[in-house]
């Protein structure tokens, strides 16, 4: 994974992970990690794991008999995680590209990734990849968001932060919303070698407790940052009150209940 889409970087991981992971990543990861158990499992790889939000719910369900390797294409991202690590815990951290692991085939029985695959630039060679490293029969477990109607606090910030830049706005909140087209992505897992494909939406109402606090990660947690930098003339807070502001006029004033849709996809290997 490479490009301006992906760079979680600096600063970015703690905003990421302080504001935007209680509110849309912690329940999803709760969810991934009983499915992750939900069948015999002692080798486990996770795709960009970033902060750690899925790894930490998917050490709390393994088995202590299981071992965990995460991977995730930015060091900084890795470094917020291993802080979530109790001392004994059997996890195994590495930089690696989603598109190119370094692990050889068949080495692990379970792999998961949790609203990655949308910043893939090569999806099908991902999807191989996973088939590579898993065994006859492993399972593969991903989410990615459902679309911007589905999910509106993306639709907010991607026009808000539109309304500053008209004329060469931040692309960055269209990519994680991209893709949700169910049955291309079930195509591409099939012709990767993968069957049994389960396929789930889930919609979840969290509640938001501060809005200020929520898009301080919406703005400061991820690379959208520094497209809004790197265009000068708008202080990147300006941005964030804006997108506040639109949000308590969508879902009230906090606490308030925000609508969050997203896709698992669950497929297995096939026997030999």
């Known amino acids: 994974m490479s ?13 990421y992970d302080q504001g935007l992971g209680p509110v849309i990543f912690a329940d999803y ?10 069948g015999p499992v002692s080798r486990v790889l996770e795709t960009a794991c970033g902060t ?44 690696a590209d989603g598109t190119a692991l370094p692990f050889p085939d068949t080495s692990f029985d379970v792999m998961v990734c949790q609203f990655g695959m949308m910043f893939y630039p090569d999806k099908d060679k991902g999807f191989r990849e996973a088939h590579r490293v898993l065994v006859p029969g492993g399972r593969y477990l991903f989410s990615v968001w459902d679309a911007h109607r589905h999910n509106p606090f993306g639709r907010i910030t991607h026009a808000v932060i539109g309304s500053f830049f008209p004329t060469d706005p931040p692309q960055f909140y269209a990519v994680p919303f991209s893709y949700h087209a169910i049955d291309p992505v079930k195509e591409s897992l099939i012709a990767a070698g993968f069957a049994d494909i389960v396929i789930s939406v889930l919609r979840r109402e969290p509640q938001v407790q501060d809005f200020t606090a929520f898009t301080r990660g919406v703005i400061f947690g991820n690379p959208v940052l520094d497209q809004i930098v790197q265009r000068g003339g708008i202080e990147p807070s300006k941005v964030q009150d804006a997108v506040a502001a639109a949000m308590r006029k969508e879902f009230g004033q906090e606490p308030a209940s925000m609508p969050l849709q997203a896709i698992i996809f669950e497929a297995r290997k096939q026997l030999v």
């Open 3 to 15: 490009g301006n889409s992906a760079a979680f970087i600096g600063s970015i991981p703690k905003d």
């Open 52 to 95: 750690g939000i899925l790894t930490r719910a998917l050490l709390d369900a393994l088995p202590s008999s299981a071992n965990l390797m995460a991977t995730d294409l930015n060091a900084d991202m890795l470094k917020v995680a291993q802080a979530k690590i109790r001392p004994r815990e059997a996890v195994e951290f590495r930089a």
């Open 29 to 38: 990861a709760r969810v991934m990690a009983q499915r992750a158990v939900a």
